[in-house]
């Protein structure tokens, strides 16, 4: 079966320095993974996602993710965090045509 | 990206009474999907809506309780009966426009249950 693991249910950064959300996931055959960003009392946003080809992906607001097929990790990474980066982000993954998502991780990014 | 509108976007309501929501998108969808967002928790999947036929539900949520009508690629309704505070959650539509495509969401709709 399917599944997503966030371990960190919190990440805290200084605004201005390299930031990191962890996923690893567990699937069968090629997996389709995504990641999506949660703002207070708003919907879910996409961010970017992995279906094949480059390793790195690039998604909206200047993130991206690094698929390593080794380690079944899909990390989040953005070179320099804002403030307004500041939310709840989920990562996912694709099985039988649904979304199965990890807990969410909440990234705090103090000034 | 999609254009997805749900209404009511919040509501507050009595135990016992029910609430149904709709989901609206610009164009036509190959699916759609109903999640439940409990407090401080993760989605999870309700069910499929299905075109002109009864929606797929997941294990755990049952057409008594979450009854969804589909009629027609843009338009879906997702009713919560019998209402509890355990049914306090926000309820996001969400939709993919071509199988294998990325899934969107819409902005959600906020029920509290008094």
């Known amino acids: 079966a399917q599944s997503v693991a966030q371990p960190e249910d919190q990440v805290n950064v200084a605004e201005g320095n390299p930031l990191t959300v962890k996923c690893t996931y567990s699937?069968?055959?090629?997996?389709?993974l995504f990641w999506y960003v949660q703002y207070p009392n708003r919907g879910l946003q996409f961010l970017l996602k992995?279906?094949?080809?480059?390793?790195l992906v690039k998604g909206s607001y200047g993130f991206e993710a690094e698929f390593n097929k080794s380690q079944t990790s899909f990390h989040l990474k953005k070179p320099s965090a804002l403030v307004s980066d500041s939310a709840l982000y989920f990562c996912a993954v694709r099985g039988q045509n649904k979304l199965i998502f990890g807990a969410g991780t909440r990234l705090a990014v103090h000034p | 990206s999609a254009v997805i509108s749900q209404k009511p976007s919040r509501d507050i309501c009595q135990r016992g009474t029910s609430l149904t929501i709709q989901c609206q998108v610009d164009?036509?969808?190959?699916?759609m999907f109903w999640y439940r967002q409990q407090p401080g928790q993760s989605l999870t999947l309700i069910a499929t809506a299905n075109q002109g036929s009864e929606a797929t539900y997941e294990s755990g949520f049952v057409i008594d309780k979450f009854p969804i009508s589909r009629p027609n690629l843009t338009f879906s309704t997702l009713t919560v009966s019998n209402l509890s505070p355990e049914d306090s959650s926000i309820y996001l539509c969400?939709?993919?426009?071509?199988?294998?495509?990325?899934?969107?969401f819409g902005p959600g709709t906020r029920l509290l249950v008094l």
């Open positions: 699937v069968s055959g090629n997996p389709y």
């Open positions: 992995y279906i094949t080809g480059d390793n």
């Open positions: 164009s036509q969808v190959t699916m």
């Open positions: 969400s939709v993919v426009y071509r199988v294998g495509e990325t899934q969107y």
